[in-house]
C-alpha cells in the first residue's frame, strides 16, 4: 500500500537551534497535514497545505507543499524544549476522500 | 476545531476480554475514524464510521474483531474484542472538519 516517509527518523538538537525535516511519497498528495504528538496525547494538527508550491507559517514553524505534490517540509525555528515531540506528516491518498494515512513519524529531541 | 473526549483513558485488560472504548464530540459531525497506534509506530486507520450505516473496515480489520457503533452525530464506541497482548496500542478516534482531522486524547490499552 502507499507510504508517506518521513526522514529523519529521529533527532537530537540544541535549543535554539533550526530543525527541518521531510515527508515523501511515491504518489501525488493533494493536501498536506502536519501533527505534533506529545507522550500521552493524541496527535495535534499544526498546518494544512492544500496547494502545490504552497508555504505557510504557524508561529515559529513553517511547512511547504512541494512542486512535485509527492512531498511536504515542516520547519521549526529557534527551537525550545517543548518543541520535542513526534511530528507527523498526513494526508489522504485518493483526491475527495476522508481516508488519512499518516507517516512514519520524526522523533525530535531537544536539548537544554 | 472539534473537541474530542474518549473513556477510558487508559486501560489493563486479562487476554481473552473485550473492552469498548467511547468518543465523544463537543459538536455534530458526518465522519468519525477510529485509528491503532501500536507501541512506537505511527497511525493506521481501523475504520470509518457513519451515522446510520454500517462502519467501513480498512484492510486487515474485520467486525468481528472490532465491532464500532454510531448511534448519533456526536458519539461513537470501538470495541476491541477478544484481546491478545498483540492488541496493546493506543487506540484514537478522529473527526473531519473541512479537510482537516482532529484527534482525541486516545485510549492506551494494555493486554496481558
Known amino acids: 500500500g502507499q507510504q508517506l516517509n518521513q526522514s529523519p527518523q529521529s533527532m537530537f538538537i540544541q535549543e535554539g537551534e533550526d530543525v527541518s525535516m521531510n515527508c515523501t511519497s511515491s504518489?501525488?498528495?493533494?493536501?498536506w497535514l502536519w501533527y505534533k504528538q506529545d507522550p500521552g496525547e493524541g496527535p495535534v494538527l499544526l498546518i494544512a497545505?492544500?496547494?502545490?508550491?504552497e508555504l505557510t507559517s504557524n508561529g515559529r514553524l513553517t511547512a511547504q507543499f512541494g512542486i512535485t505534490r509527492k512531498d511536504s517540509f515542516l520547519n521549526i525555528s529557534a527551537s525550545i524544549p517543548s518543541d520535542v515531540g513526534i511530528y507527523f506528516c498526513?494526508?489522504?491518498?485518493?483526491?475527495?476522500?476522508?481516508?488519512?494515512?499518516f507517516g512514519t513519524g520524526t522523533r525530535l529531541k531537544v536539548l537544554a | 476545531s472539534a473537541v474530542i473526549s474518549q473513556k477510558p483513558s487508559r486501560d489493563i485488560c486479562q487476554r481473552g476480554t473485550s473492552l469498548t472504548i467511547q468518543c465523544q464530540v463537543d459538536?455534530?459531525?458526518?465522519?468519525m475514524f477510529w485509528y491503532r497506534q501500536q507501541p512506537g509506530q505511527s497511525l493506521t486507520l481501523i475504520a470509518t464510521?457513519?451515522?446510520?450505516?454500517?462502519?467501513?473496515?480498512e484492510s486487515g480489520f474485520v467486525i468481528d474483531k472490532f465491532p464500532i457503533s454510531r448511534p448519533n452525530l456526536t458519539f461513537s464506541t470501538l470495541t476491541v474484542s477478544n484481546m491478545s497482548p498483540e492488541d496493546s496500542s493506543i487506540y484514537l478516534c478522529?473527526?473531519?472538519?473541512?479537510?482537516?482531522?482532529?484527534f482525541g486524547p486516545g485510549t492506551r490499552l494494555t493486554v496481558l
Open positions: 504518489s501525488i498528495f493533494n493536501t
Open positions: 459538536s455534530q459531525v458526518t465522519m
Open positions: 497545505l492544500y496547494k502545490a508550491g
Open positions: 478522529s473527526v473531519d472538519s473541512i479537510n482537516e482531522q482532529f
Open positions: 464510521a457513519n451515522q446510520g450505516s454500517e462502519a467501513t473496515y
Open positions: 498526513a494526508g489522504p491518498p485518493t483526491s475527495g476522500t476522508y481516508k488519512y494515512i
